[in-house]
């Protein structure tokens, strides 16, 4: 299986503030697909943001933003203006050739008051 | 249907028992993948069908799990004398296309079956 790194496993910021969860992933195709979901306590997996390979800008979808550097094969999601609301945990995960869809260990980001 | 339902919800079975979840995609979702999921980890590839085939089944970990989609639509997957390293949550999700790279791609989860084996 393609790996994908999440290198943090817990992370804390002040509500209001903007945080940055990392990505890496290993690929040698030219083409894929990046996204990222969040899992809050209840256990659901909420889609927040898709980045193709190949798409010039960096997506944003709302309070999201991914930051996209396919050179260093990473796909940070940006969360700016933090609310209570955003504590979960976060998933990157990379879709390959042959429709390979894999995810990453994940980040547990905690929104201090 | 609207979403992706998965039933049960929660199974608790012995060891050696056999057991089924069901997977009811969104109507018109031509992928299906199925993830096992254990407490505090990402969710782990199982199985992917495109249409009514197993694309991929390289993540079935052992020949006491199979999949099925018989009419491209449900999936239900079936655990043989189940152990009780077996237990984690099981997530079926679906996608509108499983070829290609878009938005199309994105994958929607169901609510996940939990399984516990004693």
Known sequence: ?????????????QEKEAVTLDCTYDTSDPSYGLFWYKQPSSGEMIFLIYQGSYDQQNATEGRYSLNFQ????????????SQLGDSAMYFCAVKYNFNKFYFGSGTKLNVKP | GAGV??????????KGKYVELRCDPISGHTALYWYRQSLGQGPEFLIYFQGTGAADDSGLPNDRFFA???????ST??????ERGDSAVYLCASSLLGTGFSGANVLTFGAGSRLTVL
Do not use: D, H, Y
């Not at chain 1, 396919?70 to 999601?77: E, M, P, T, W």
């Open chain 1, 1 to 13: 299986a393609q790996k994908i790194t999440q290198t943090q496993p817990g992370m804390f910021v």
């Open chain 1, 70 to 81: 396919k050179a260093r094969k990473s796909a940070n999601l940006v969360i700016s203006a």
């Open chain 2, 68 to 74: 099925v989609r018989p009419e491209g639509s449900v």
């Open chain 2, 77 to 82: 997957l079936k655990i043989q004398r189940t």
């Open chain 2, 5 to 14: 339902s998965q039933t049960p919800s929660n199974k608790v079975t012995e």
